[in-house]
């Protein structure tokens, strides 16, 4: 159906959780056991304990050291003795509601339907819930243009949101997947601005009903500083603090593409430029 994925955008907004669990009964007595030779560890070499944090058990301790990433948590000591695998399982994916939505009537142009080149031939049909190279799946549309949509995805192997651009499929030049391949060979860096340009973390081809698309799986930033100054300021701009910090992040970043990656970004402005922080700092950097 062709609106299916402008009525469930609007349903589904609650994030995604993964949540661990034991496959078989000798998954869970083998963490047993694991469990109480921790607890004779923590009895011998007591570990300092944060002043915030009262346990009232050893367990309970060791279930916090576990959240805080101790190098001693039962996932070290589990995989130190061998015992099991504790990499997280693949996630199954989302199911989707399939009614109870609002139609909207198939002769009115939305988004990307509204460009004068727009075909809808070029584009491939995403649907949310979708799944592609058997690791995305699709939750919502972040965005569009004139040779690509752009969608946030579930990744199911990696437990992680990403943003799946996927390109129309009579696309001439492709230059933005040939520069991430080229960034990759600089890449780990010790750079400062090395962390402030965004990564690909996959690439692969979605066969459409027209033809061909490349996808390329990057990681999701928060909204451009253009679109935050629309949404949050209502353009009234930002504090000085704030535009300090952008500026100084910016300018990490082009030292890094210019002396490490030997590139140029020719399309610097706001709207091309995203932060890339927790949704806590950018409430407090914008006053609420």
């Given at each position: 159906?062709?609106?299916?994925?402008?009525?469930?955008?609007k349903r589904d907004t609650s994030p995604f959780v993964f949540?661990?669990?034991?496959?078989?009964?000798?998954?869970?007595?083998?963490?047993?056991?694991?469990?109480?030779?921790?607890?004779?560890?923590?009895?011998?070499?007591?570990?300092?304990?944060?002043?915030?944090?009262?346990?009232?058990?050893?367990?309970?301790?060791?279930?916090?050291?576990?959240?805080?990433?101790?190098?001693?948590?039962?996932?070290?000591?589990?995989?130190?003795?061998?015992?099991?695998?504790?990499?997280?399982?693949?996630?199954?994916?989302?199911?989707?509601?399939?009614?109870?939505?609002?139609?909207?009537?198939?002769?009115?142009?939305?988004?990307?339907?509204?460009?004068?080149?727009?075909?809808?031939?070029?584009?491939?049909?995403?649907?949310?819930?979708?799944?592609?190279?058997?690791?995305?799946?699709?939750?919502?549309?972040?965005?569009?243009?004139?040779?690509?949509?752009?969608?946030?995805?579930?990744?199911?192997?990696?437990?992680?949101?990403?943003?799946?651009?996927?390109?129309?499929?009579?696309?001439?030049?492709?230059?933005?997947?040939?520069?991430?391949?080229?960034?990759?060979?600089?890449?780990?860096?010790?750079?400062?601005?090395?962390?402030?340009?965004?990564?690909?973390?996959?690439?692969?081809?979605?066969?459409?009903?027209?033809?061909?698309?490349?996808?390329?799986?990057?990681?999701?930033?928060?909204?451009?500083?253009?679109?935050?100054?629309?949404?949050?300021?209502?353009?009234?701009?930002?504090?000085?603090?704030?535009?300090?910090?952008?500026?100084?992040?910016?300018?990490?970043?082009?030292?890094?593409?210019?002396?490490?990656?030997?590139?140029?970004?020719?399309?610097?402005?706001?709207?091309?430029?995203?932060?890339?922080?927790?949704?806590?700092?950018?409430?407090?950097?914008?006053g609420f």
């Amino acid at each position: 159906m062709r609106n299916d994925w402008r009525k469930t955008e609007k349903r589904d907004t609650s994030p995604f959780v993964f949540q661990p669990h034991l496959h078989s009964q000798c998954h869970f007595l083998l963490t047993q056991v694991v469990m109480a030779l921790c607890r004779i560890v923590l009895r011998r070499f007591p570990h300092p304990r944060p002043s915030n944090f009262l346990p009232s058990s050893s367990a309970s301790y060791l279930q916090h050291r576990m959240l805080m990433g101790s190098s001693w948590t039962l996932s070290g000591l589990t995989t130190k003795l061998g015992l099991f695998s504790t990499a997280s399982p693949r996630s199954e994916p989302r199911t989707f509601p399939s009614q109870g939505f609002d139609f909207i009537d198939e002769d009115q142009p939305i988004e990307d339907e509204g460009m004068p080149e727009y075909r809808p031939e070029h584009f491939y049909p995403v649907r949310l819930g979708e799944v592609f190279n058997n690791r995305f799946q699709t939750l919502a549309k972040l965005g569009y243009g004139s040779s690509s949509t752009i969608w946030l995805t579930r990744d199911l192997q990696d437990h992680q949101y990403v943003a799946l651009k996927i390109y129309i499929h009579n696309s001439v030049h492709h230059r933005e997947l040939p520069f991430h391949e080229h960034l990759n060979k600089a890449l780990p860096s010790k750079h400062m601005g090395a962390g402030n340009v965004r990564k690909l973390l996959d690439s692969f081809e979605v066969v459409g009903p027209h033809g061909k698309h490349i996808a390329l799986a990057l990681q999701v930033s928060q909204m451009s500083l253009r679109d935050m100054n629309t949404v949050f300021m209502k353009g009234r701009g930002f504090d000085e603090e704030f535009v300090k910090s952008a500026i100084k992040e910016l300018l990490e970043a082009i030292d890094f593409l210019h002396t490490e990656v030997q590139a140029v970004h020719t399309d610097v402005h706001p709207g091309a430029t995203a932060r890339e922080f927790s949704t806590k700092r950018v409430a407090e950097c914008l006053g609420f």
